[in-house]
Antibody, heavy 127, light 107 residues
Framework: QVQLVESGGGVVQPGRSLRLSCAAS????????MHWVRQAPGEGLEWVAV????????YYADSVKGRFTISRDISKNTLYLQMNSLRTEDTAVYYC????????????????????WGQGTLVTVSS | DIQMTQSPSTLSASVGDRVTITCRAS??????LAWYQQRPGKAPKFLIY???SLESGVPSRFSGSGSGTEFTLTISSLQPDDFATYYC?????????FGQGTKVEIK
């Protein structure tokens, strides 16, 4: 069965960095796009970033562009989110999510939905 | 950016009720819409894609409809497990945005 397990969250001061990981299993990791989605306390869902199945295309929400970097290591079946210059408004539970459309099709069409989600990891940015 | 607006924000209902949630897009998204269910403290669960296609394993009491800018999620007979928050999400070209959510609570 598909499993996504996030790690790396914690408390960090504004301006510092943090790297989140998402270990994937139960599916062919190299065949699907992967996303990060976040949820601030008591708020709704916000898409953060996507990497295509082959890592060649990456897109970001305007709120994190230039500060966050998404990447994937196919040899380790792991997705990453490098978060730099963190702000208090980045405080949220961060979920990784698997794309539901096969990777090649999703890359060409530029669209995807999220069929499996991890349990989330909490990032708190506070002085 | 495409904005998604759900209504109502909160819905009070009883077990057995028929429930409908509406999601409107700020521009046409064809049928590129998904629905998710989120229980408190849990990750979202995928329910519907392409506006009306039910994900495998999702109970048939859930259904979706619509195209263009107006969409609905219907629960035909509300069950205790269904009290949760529901989100719509559009997935047009390299753009992903969620509605603000609709909380379905016990009347």
């Amino acid at each position: 069965q598909v499993q996504l397990v996030e790690s790396g969250g914690g408390v960090v001061q504004p301006g510092r960095s943090l790297r989140l990981s998402c270990a994937a299993s139960g599916f062919t990791f190299s065949s699907y796009g992967m996303h990060w989605v976040r949820q601030a306390p008591g708020e709704g869902l916000e898409w953060v970033a996507v990497t295509s199945y082959d890592g060649s295309n990456k897109y970001y929400a305007d709120s994190v562009k230039g500060r966050f970097t998404i990447s994937r290591d196919i040899s380790k079946n792991t997705l990453y989110l490098q978060m730099n210059s963190l702000r208090t408004e980045d405080t949220a539970v961060y979920y990784c999510a698997k794309g539901g459309i096969d990777g090649a099709t999703a890359k060409v069409r530029g669209m995807d939905y999220f069929d499996y989600w991890g349990q989330g990891t909490l990032v708190t940015v506070s002085s | 950016d495409i904005q998604m607006t759900q209504s109502p924000s909160t819905l009070s209902a009883s077990v057995g009720d028929r429930v409908t949630i509406t999601c409107r897009a700020s521009q046409s998204i064809s049928r590129w819409l998904a629905w998710y269910q989120q229980r408190p403290g849990k990750a979202p669960k995928f329910l519907i894609y392409d506006a009306s296609s039910l994900e495998s394993g999702v109970p048939s009491r859930f259904s979706g409809s619509g195209s263009g800018t107006e969409f609905t999620l219907t629960i035909s007979s509300l069950q205790p497990d269904d009290f949760a928050t529901y989100y719509c999400q559009q997935y047009s070209t390299y753009s992903w945005t969620f509605g603000q959510g609709t909380k379905v609570e016990i009347k």
